[in-house]
């Protein structure tokens, strides 16, 4: 069945220094991705997703290409920030379910 | 902005009761599902429903049923509550149409405790 794995962590930086979140799935078919947001207290907020092959999606400064190449939907920013401290999990769903199938989460903890 | 609101944000229940975790969203939204979220294994479906009084078997049902009697309202429904219930319970509801490419909006979820 479909599948997708993401780094696990915990992972602690220093703000301003660059995040990068690997996630690869195994999919039939053109599943569409997606990256969720959980911060300390709170169910998941959705952070960007996209749909097809080469797609770009961005907010809040992070970006992820989905790349049907090599199955991946990396999660990246440029400078993180204090309040970038929380859970982020990779997802993809295939279908007209809109079932979601997650990775297990990674902790990213920033520090002043 | 889509609201989807869960009941209780945290419940202690005793072992062999019937608990039941209420969750409501306001969008007229077609699904709704019932997440558990366990550390070090994510979040694992255990129930959706794509219609008033329709449900499908997630991943993980065993011990759980689900009721659907309004378009806004999916109840989950621990039949005997056991310690290994315990965890976070996240609920989320979609657009539908078939479309699969919309994104879950959820709550904030459910502190469940069995003791």
């Known amino acids: 069945g479909d599948s997708v794995t993401q780094m696990e962590g915990p992972v602690t930086l220093s703000e301003e220094a660059f995040l990068t979140i690997n996630c690869t799935y195994t999919?039939?078919?053109?599943?569409?991705l997606f990256w969720y947001v959980q911060y300390p207290g709170e169910g998941l907020q959705l952070l960007l997703k996209?749909?097809?092959?080469?797609d770009k999606g961005s907010n809040k400064g992070f970006e992820a290409t989905y790349r049907k190449e090599t199955t991946s939907f990396h999660l990246e920013k440029g400078s993180v920030q204090v309040s970038d401290s929380a859970v982020y999990f990779c997802?993809?769903?295939?279908?007209?379910?809109?079932?979601?199938?997650f990775g297990k989460g990674m902790k990213l903890t920033v520090n002043p | 902005d889509v609201k989807v609101t869960q009941s209780s944000r945290y419940l202690v229940k005793r072992t062999g009761e019937k608990v039941f975790l209420e969750c409501v969203q306001d969008m007229d939204h077609e699904n709704m599902f019932w997440y558990r979220q366990d550390p070090g294994l994510g979040l694992r479906l255990i129930y959706f429903?794509?219609?008033?009084?329709?449900?499908e078997k997630g991943d993980i049902p065993e011990g759980y049923s689900v009721s659907r009697e309004k378009k806004e309202r999916f109840s989950l429904i621990l039949e005997s509550a056991s310690t290994n219930q315990t965890s976070m319970y996240l609920c989320?509801?979609?657009?539908?149409?078939?479309?699969?490419?919309?994104?879950?909006?959820f709550g904030d979820g459910t502190r469940l405790s069995i003791l």
């Open positions: 997802a993809l769903s295939q279908g007209g379910s809109e079932k979601l199938v």
């Open positions: 429903s794509y219609d008033v009084k329709m449900k």
């Open positions: 996209a749909t097809k092959a080469d």
């Open positions: 989320a509801s979609g657009l539908g149409g078939g479309q699969g490419n919309q994104p879950q909006h």
């Open positions: 999919a039939t078919g053109y599943p569409s």
